[in-house]
Every structure is written in C-alpha cells, then in structure tokens.
C-alpha cells in the first residue's frame, strides 16, 4: 500500500508541474487526457493512459529552459524522466497488474503509460495510481465496478464542488484558454452493447465501444459526468 501511494505521489508531481505552470503562468492551455480501456468479459482487459500536451509544446519548451518561475522550480527533462521510470517500477510491482509500458516525447511533450489487469480492482489501483491534477482533483470519488453476471460496467464520478472554486481562482483570462482542453474515455468489449446511460457518450458502430469527449471546463462545472453504466448483451 505504501508502495501504492508513493507511486501516486510520483506520477501526480510529473503532472502538476507541467499543468499546474500552463495555468499560473497563462500558457496556451491546451492538452489532451486520453484513457483507453479494452474490457474481456471476465473483467480483465488492458487500459492505455495519455497526457498530451503537444499543442503547447513551443510555450512548455520555453519553460523548460527556466529554472524557477516566481519560485516555483522547473523540473527538467531528465528529472521527469527518473520520476516516470521510477514510478513505472513501483506499477509493475501492483497486485494484479502486468506488462506495464510507457514512452515518452519530449519533443512534442506526450507521455504514455500501460499495462493489463486482472481485475476490475486492479483497473482502479491503475487509477489511482495514475491519477493525473485534473482528475484527482476533479472528483472525491471515481470507482470502475464491473459484474460478469448482470454483464454491466459501470463508472461512478462525483465532481469537487472544491476544486471549481480554485480553478474560478485562475480568473477568465486564463480559465478561457482552456476551451480547447479535452478528456478522453474509449471503452471496448467483446461483446454488443445493449444500452449506456451518459447522454454525451457515443456507441460504436460495431456496438462494441463507447466513445466519450468532454471538454475540460464542463467536468470542472460539472456540465458533464465521467459517470456512466453500460450494459452488455449476455
């Protein structure tokens, strides 16, 4: 569990550096969380997770080659990536999680990280432990739960009413460079989708996967919901 937590300590510095500069220091704040997530039907499966931030990248460069902003160190890239191989190590020791992989673009500022589950409780140990600035502080409670039985996959979000009042702090000149800011969530299954419940969610085609994009600023006003239940055929 200790391991757990400092993993998640490690991984949440690597983030709020970077996120937490673009929006003190009234960057172009554009990036792009993305969480891919392939479910088998005994409730193992594979999630992807990446923070992009390439449509910054000229402006985070610049910052990069500063030490400290108003006292605020600037961690350079080889600090980052001793932080991301250190963390990827403490992953890889995660009951229940296996063949974990990341990469790295310090060019275009795009890190991604991997790995399959053995279970719907490892999926959110990956959760939690990846949980980037945004999502931690977004919401107080983001569960995956998953019954093989009823065939339904479900994710709980409750926004943080707290975390609204901090981002309002930010003010309009910088909270609206954020309009083209995005989270998000891809969902697969081997089997049809009968019915999911999130209004700005999209099924696929094929009826195996769920496609939802929301931009930042809704999930911070709660205008959207990370929540949703889907069902599957049996």
Known sequence: MKRVFKLKELLT????????????????????????????????????????????????S???????????????????????????????????????????????FIVNISCDFSQIESLNAFSDILAN????????????????????????FVASSNWKAKFNQLGSDNTNQFADAFYTQIVRFEKAIVAQDNSKAKVAGNKKGVLLKLPFTDLVYGKSTLANKITLTK
């Open 13 to 60: 510095r690597f983030y709020v550096v970077i996120c937490a500069l673009l929006m003190t220091f009234t960057l172009s704040s554009c990036f792009d969380f993305v969480e891919q997530i392939d479910l088998k039907p005994n409730g193992s499966g594979h999630i992807a997770a990446t923070l992009n931030l390439s449509k910054s990248k000229t402006k985070v």
């Open 62 to 108: 610049s910052l990069m080659k500063m030490k400290s902003i108003k006292g605020i160190q600037i961690p350079t890239q080889a600090e980052m990536e001793k932080e991301i191989k250190a963390a990827v190590q403490l992953l890889k020791q995660t009951k229940g999680i296996s063949n974990v992989q990341y990469q790295t673009d310090f060019t275009n």
């Open 133 to 156: 600035r945004f999502k931690t502080k977004i919401s107080n409670s983001n569960r995956y739960y998953y019954n093989a039985q009823t065939n339904v996959f479900e994710r709980k």
